[in-house]
């Protein structure tokens, strides 16, 4: 078993996609000509989002989607990175919300929290110390 995708519904997948291009430098992999779906070169885990209306195709009772709300939806992606700070910086440069600005927690890990434009909530951490 490996853990091969994390797909996120959201209202605009050309937009997400975007965000993560620009504010991270992840290439984009894959978006459909229906602009329904896409995918980001992330590493051994792709990071992919789908259209909402996809979604309700393969479930049409319903979700509980990332938006823009108050309150961020109770999942987050991850993202490790040497350099916190910046990629803090540009985050919000290209669009994000902070949530917390980078601190360093007690078992040595430097943690930030954002909200990307469509509403995910996103942790900005260094690697975990060995």
């Not at 975007?18 to 779906?37: C, N, Q, V």
């Not at 995918?39 to 996809?54: I, N, P, Q, R, Y």
């Not at 440069?93 to 954002?114: C, D, I, M, N, Y």
Request: net charge negative.
């Amino acid at each position: 078993m490996k853990f091969a995708y994390t797909i996120v519904y959201v209202a605009d997948v050309a937009s997400s996609l975007a965000f993560f291009e620009e504010a991270f430098g992840f290439s984009r992999r894959l978006l459909t000509p229906e602009g329904d779906y896409g995918e980001l070169d992330s590493g051994d885990t792709t990071l992919s989002f789908a259209s909402k209306a996809l979604a309700l195709s393969n479930h049409p009772e319903g979700f509980r989607f990332a938006d823009d709300g108050a309150l961020p939806l109770g999942v987050e992606i991850a993202l490790a990175t040497d350099d916190v700070a910046a990629a803090h910086q540009a985050a919000l440069a290209a669009g994000a919300r902070e949530l917390a600005a980078p601190q360093l927690k007690p078992w040595g890990q430097t943690v930030s929290f954002l909200r990307c434009p469509d509403g995910m909530l996103l942790e900005l951490c260094s690697p975990l110390p060995h």
